[in-house]
């Protein structure tokens, strides 16, 4: 019985330490900076030269392409929300972000996971990346699909 107890009892701990991590990962918060659109020319590309840590900015982001998001700062923490600020991914830069729709998302960038801000510039970028779901017979779309 007290095993079961103990295991019982280090699963819930071990839950909880999850979640409380979870929850501090989600930096959601900030001043709205600057909207963009990306280009989706295959390279680095930066949107907004002077990003303080604490802020977002707005991209327009086409659904089921891959995007790669990432800061001038190499230890920046980055979280992607749609325009209801729900939280969709985060994470150390760069980052991975497929969007499920076409549509308008927040990138909030923080300097650490527990949403730490700065007053130092930092140059947000973001890379158009092809995937199987951009390819319509040879030709690759950002903002239009066939």
Excluded at 17 to 22: G, I, R, T, V, Y
Excluded at 45 to 55: L, S
Aim: proline letters at 4%.
């Amino acid at each position: 019985m007290k095993k079961n107890y103990f295991v019982c009892l280090s699963f819930f701990a071990f839950m909880l330490l999850a979640s409380a991590q979870n929850s501090i990962a989600q930096c959601n918060t900030g001043d709205d900076y600057t909207t963009y659109i990306p280009s989706c020319n295959g390279t680095p590309e930066a949107y907004a030269g002077c990003t303080w840590a604490g802020e977002y900015n707005t991209l327009s982001l086409t659904g089921s392409l891959m995007y790669t998001l990432g800061s001038s700062i190499t230890t920046d923490f980055i979280t992607v929300t749609d325009a209801s600020n729900v939280v969709l991914t985060s994470g150390t830069q760069p980052i991975n972000f497929i969007p499920t729709s076409t549509a308008d998302y927040r990138v909030y960038i923080h300097e650490d996971p527990t949403c730490g801000t700065a007053t130092t510039c930092r140059s947000p970028w973001n890379m158009f990346r092809i995937n199987q779901y951009s390819c319509c017979k040879g030709i690759y779309f950002c903002r239009h699909c066939c």
